[in-house]
């Protein structure tokens, strides 16, 4: 055990951290002899209707996912990208609202439950949430999503929590809040 624990890190002065890459959605960064993807950090939730023991997820159209196994539908979370000087709480209100038609009362106050990085090669982070609405936390509005063509080929659904167990979520983090769905539901 001393082999991993003895050595010690130092910070190169010369440790510059350059860009090789960029556009509107993400960067290419080298630092140290490290490349890595930097993207915005993201929001994701499952809400968990109270009153009728469901749960709502997204079925959608991902060109990445599709890229890989050549389906168009992916069962996923909902979720967006945290945009310049919004929270991680503002960005899930949002999304509730042009994903799944939610629009939360002002007095409902999502709380974050945890925060994780994506994976060694991005500096980006999930905020992740369980919310449970009741009726009287939200009102339904027309699901608008953000415009993209994607969007309009995706919506959200309502999935009865008996059936959690039957789910095949397409991501490592729908999978996980699924499980904290469960943990938090006593299921």
Known sequence: MEKFTSKKTQQNKNDQTKTLYENKYMSLIEKG??????????????????ETNEIILRVEDIP???????????????????????????????ELEEEAGIRLNSN????????????????????LYILPIYQSDFIEVEAKGDGSKYEENSNSVKINL???????????????????VKEFMNL
């Open 33 to 50: 002899g490290w490349s890595y993807i930097k993207e915005p950090d993201q929001s994701v939730c499952i809400p968990i209707l109270m």
């Open 64 to 94: 990445s996912y599709r890229s890989r196994d050549n389906q168009q539908h992916h069962l996923t979370s909902i979720s967006g990208t945290i945009e310049e000087k919004e929270t991680p709480t503002e960005t899930i209100i949002r």
């Open 108 to 127: 409902y106050k999502p709380e974050l439950m945890d925060s994780l990085y994506k994976n060694k090669s991005l500096s980006s982070k999930f905020n």
């Open 162 to 180: 008996k059936n959690i167990d039957r789910l095949f979520p397409s991501d490592l983090v729908t999978k996980y809040l699924l499980a904290m």
